[in-house]
């Protein structure tokens, strides 16, 4: 069974630094997501990344998929308050199902 | 344009009632599924609809139960609730896999099961 794994689980880090969240997964997959959910909130959509290699950047946030690595990355650069929330990243299962399986979550709290 | 609307956005039952839970898709998009969100964890797929017929089925028991209407809309059914069925649902509607796939959240329905 597809397993998506993401680290660290916790990140306290201080306004202006810069961090990566990684995401690793278990299966071939060419699909990958990455969401923000605000505490008692739903899940809003950040990057939809469709191939290797494809990279995508927002404001502070850029990132990035290896399918050869099975592996996305969340590179946050210089980072400010309002990012703190928690980041999953989402995997679409493979051979035209329609099953994702979300990552466990990375709780980031940016300190001032 | 109105996005994903769920309802009820929170509600109470007790162990054994059921619950029906309601999801209306972005309008166009023809997919809908359904998560469950334990607190402090990450979603758990549950089903998913497109053009009315389930293409996906997650890990949980018979007791969940779904339908897509002619609309789009979704429905969720939970029979002989448990405690541990107390969560945050979610419902998300997509164009479909033929797009990108990405999936568009609702606020959520949250369940608390006494």
């Known amino acids: 069974e597809l397993k998506v794994e993401q680290n660290p689980l916790f990140l306290s880090m201080q306004e202006g630094k810069n961090y990566t969240i990684y995401c690793n997964y278990s299966t071939t997959s060419d699909r990958l997501y990455w969401y923000r959910q605000d505490p008692g909130k739903s899940l809003e959509s950040l990057f939809v990344l469709l191939s290797n290699g494809a990279v995508k950047q927002e404001g502070r946030l850029m990132a990035s998929l290896d399918t050869k690595a099975r592996l996305s990355t969340l590179h946050i650069t210089a980072a400010v308050h309002d990012l703190s929330a928690t980041y999953f990243c989402a995997v679409l299962l493979p051979s035209g199902t329609y099953k994702y399986i979300f990552g466990t979550g990375t709780r980031l709290k940016v300190l001032a | 344009d109105a996005g994903v609307t769920q309802s009820p956005t929170h509600l109470i039952k007790t162990r054994g009632q059921h619950v029906t839970l309601r999801c209306s898709p972005i309008?166009?998009?023809?997919?809908v599924s359904w998560y469950q969100q334990v607190l402090g964890q990450g979603p758990q797929f549950i089903f998913q609809y497109y053009e009315k017929e389930e293409r996906g089925r997650g890990n949980f028991p018979d007791r969940f139960s779904a339908r897509q209407f002619p609309n789009y809309s979704s429905e969720l059914n939970v029979n002989a609730l448990l405690l541990g069925d107390s969560a945050l649902y979610l419902c998300a509607s997509s164009l479909g896999i033929g797009n990108t796939g990405e999936l568009f959240f609702g606020e959520g329905s949250r369940l608390t099961v006494l």
């Open positions: 309008s166009g998009h023809k997919s």
